[in-house]
């Protein structure tokens, strides 16, 4: 009669049988108790993938910064360059099994840089919004003009107001107004307005946080 295989799980490359002594000190370094449960070791491993997955996506510049080994940051190489589905998942599956060995700190520094990436796009998406609602305000409303001055005080007066000016007439030009249910092509000094507005105001928020890092460094 064939003996039936040991029931267990593989942690960083390592066979573990569950009942083992490493099995219950997995469990301890985990969660502090003898009693977890294989669906909490799931779940763990689970989010260890996640988290692999998340470094295709990380910033080359916060990449660097983590404490990652060669083969981790090749395997995170060769992933992105993989197109085959299959080939795809057995190498996610592989950085999942790195992703195991690495220490706490390393995995709470990982979740820290996706963080600061993250909170980084949503200021880049914000910007964007608010450059486009400058932008339609100039065009539409000459007291717009007014605000913009007073917070751009640098700014190219006679060329904004000429670009202003030639976004209205395109605006108003009959190709324009041929068909109004369709959306309108918008004409060079409209996406002029647009570029210069998000410039200014991307230096503005820059210098914004750079101020709010220096006085938190001042801080005692």
């Not at 007073?150 to 007066?157: F, L, R, S, W």
């Amino acid at each position: 009669m064939s003996r039936k295989p040991t029931k267990g799980y593989f942690v960083r490359g390592q066979f573990v049988a569950i009942g083992s002594e490493l099995d219950l000190e997995l469990k301890r370094e985990l969660k502090g108790s003898v009693d977890m449960s294989k669906t909490d070791l799931k779940k763990y491993s689970d989010r260890l993938q996640e988290l692999g997955e998340s470094l295709l996506t990380l910033r080359a510049d916060l990449m660097k910064r983590l404490d990652l080994s060669e083969k981790l940051v090749d395997a995170v190489a060769e992933a992105k360059r993989i197109t085959n589905f299959e080939g795809r998942r057995r190498q996610m599956q592989f950085i999942g099994k790195l992703m195991r060995g690495l220490p706490q700190d390393t995995l709470a520094a990982v979740e820290a840089a996706l963080d600061e990436q993250n909170k980084g796009s949503a200021k880049g998406t914000l910007s964007l919004h608010q450059a486009e609602q400058w932008r339609d305000q100039l065009i539409a409303d000459d007291d717009a003009l007014t605000r913009w001055l007073q917070m751009d005080t640098d700014a190219d007066v006679q060329q904004l107001r000429a670009l202003i000016r030639q976004a209205r007439k395109d605006a108003q030009a009959p190709q324009a107004q041929e068909h109004p249910g369709e959306a309108v092509r918008h004409g060079k000094a409209y996406r002029e307005i647009f570029q210069l507005v998000k410039a200014v105001l991307t230096r503005q928020n820059a210098d914004a946080a750079a101020e709010g890092a220096s006085e938190e460094d001042q801080q005692p």
